[in-house]
């Protein structure tokens, strides 16, 4: 057998032969060029991926005058759960992705610098942004006229984006519990200086004042954690500490309802019986927990695909438009609830747009 360093690369000329094109026809298609018909494109594109066709990067460079490299910019990998997801879809865009971890995200000075030293070599920046401290115009200004698409920003920023709807999220996981009878509900939020967080603290704030009488906010059954699984078990242990009642607690991600769910455990209660949890994310973990975490999903595949998908449109087009693009949570139901009589509610997604 051939070595794999051995086989044969398939050439534009390959891929025109089985198509029964032209060489030139197959390199207009490769190449983006509008002007091929449609079910010639699709005919090409067909045997480019039967052949397992591989443009040549240096000629792609030299032809279009892109680096046809992304730079992802995440503040904080506590923030990164989105990144396995940009990576693959960045491969199947055909970019390569440059990551870089910025500690502080309160400078621009600091992003100043980061993009001065790349901003030459990529085509466009992806940016995982929790503290929305800089403007379009400022952003605009400090990737030099480089195509940017920013991600877990504020709920209408007016700059391109692509956002999780958290008060919707937050809503669908306060109905849920209310449903079931609670009323006397805590909260383990995560840090209120994330965009994320305080929009779901402020939601349930919100809710609690318009469903006055079905249930109630009480800020000393409020505590901030730092989305990690000890904060959730020192939050936990907080609210059993002041002494105050509580039926359910909402949890500002998973891996913190994690920590609570043990502390709570230690403390002898019974979950979902004595206190019902529900979480955020609905991470990896969650459905194999005991019992099993009811919590709000994200689907962070389709965060994305959408966030390179629209990347890519701007390097292309410089008529795509400037847009926040929302995407909408789900809740899933799971056994970690239940009313205040002890049913369990069926389980399943609720809320899917």
Not at 133 to 149: E, I, K, M, N, T
Not at 281 to 296: E, G, H, I, Q, W
Request: net charge negative.
């Amino acid at each position: 057998m051939m070595p794999d360093s051995q086989i044969k690369q398939a050439t534009l000329r390959d891929v025109a032969e089985m198509a029964r094109v032209s060489y030139q026809t197959v390199w207009r298609v490769v190449n983006e060029h509008p002007n091929v018909a449609v079910d010639t494109r699709e005919r090409v594109l067909q045997a480019v991926r039967t052949l397992d066709y591989r443009p040549h990067r240096a000629a792609q460079v030299l032809t279009t005058g892109r680096s046809y490299i992304l730079q992802l910019v995440i503040f904080e990998y506590a923030y990164g759960d989105p990144l396995p997801a940009i990576l693959h879809w960045a491969r199947e865009f055909g970019y390569t992705m440059v990551v870089t971890e910025l500690k502080d995200a309160t400078s621009a000075e600091s992003v100043r610098t980061l993009l001065r030293e790349t901003a030459q070599m990529i085509d466009g920046l992806l940016m995982v942004m929790p503290y929305p401290h800089l403007s379009y115009d400022a952003l605009a200004g400090l990737c030099q006229g480089r195509p940017f698409v920013v991600v877990n920003t504020e709920l209408g920023a007016k700059m391109p984006s692509v956002v999780f709807d958290q008060r919707y999220g937050m809503r669908l996981a306060v109905e849920h519990l209310v449903a079931l009878g609670h009323r006397r509900i805590a909260e383990i939020s995560g840090p209120l200086d994330n965009c994320d967080a305080r929009a779901r603290h402020d939601t349930w704030i919100r809710m609690a004042a318009d469903m006055a009488g079905r249930c109630e906010f009480d800020p000393s059954l409020s505590v901030a954690g730092d989305f990690e699984v000890g904060s959730g078990y020192s939050a936990a242990q907080h609210l059993l500490a002041t002494g105050r009642s509580f039926s359910a607690v909402l949890v500002g991600n998973d891996l913190m309802a994690l920590g609570a769910m043990r502390a709570f455990d230690e403390a002898g209660l019974r979950i979902p019986e004595d206190v019902s949890i529900v979480g955020y994310d609905d991470a990896a973990l969650s459905a194999y927990l005991s019992p099993p975490l009811t919590t709000v999903r994200q689907e962070f595949d389709t965060l994305g695909r959408e966030s390179v998908e629209y990347l890519v449109s701007l390097i292309e087009d410089r008529l795509t438009p400037i847009q926040q693009r929302v995407l909408y949570p789900e809740l899933i139901v799971r056994q970690s609830t239940c009313s205040r009589t002890g049913e369990h509610p069926q389980t399943g997604e609720l809320g899917r747009r």
